[in-house]
């Protein structure tokens, strides 16, 4: 663990979702339990995330939204006294170093969101100022309401994992490509 990760927001990896569209596309599995180059996709995300450093809570609890799933990771981790970085678990090519670039950036707002290319990625970032309302969430949006009520800022980040997410079997041909080439 980092040496400050105290004093870090922490990251709710949510891993709740259904993974329809995946399915709908082909899949045999849940995307989360597809398989990326000898590991689940799921594994990837938390291999990510552990390598990071920073403090982490999984919530794979079977929400019926991410709205749902957000309010229970927040509500699991009351004490991030730094706030939050939400980033669902099939984004499995984020960088570890992209995490902790967003944990240890200055906020300007109360949310601050990255974006690779002219596309908006994850982790978002959430002030703990943000507790009560990411907390009350509920349903499909996640925390677009809270996003947009809130100040928020853009981080120009170089790291595709932020927005290559896996959502149908396509998109895990992609990230399996992505994988053999940075290895």
Known sequence: MLPEAQRLPVV??????RGERFLASGGTTHKLQADLCGATVLQRTLD??????????LEDAGHPGMGDSIAAAVRATRDAMAGWMVLPADLPLVQPDTLVTIARAPLEGEVLVPWFEGQRGHPVRFAASCGHALASLQGNQGAAPVVSARAASKMIVTDAGCVLDID???????????WRQSR
């Open 12 to 17: 709710l990896v949510l891993a709740s979702g």
């Open 48 to 57: 990510a995330v552990r390598a990071s450093g920073l403090r982490w809570h």
């Open 168 to 178: 149908t079997v396509d998109d895990l041909e992609r990230a399996r490509a992505a």
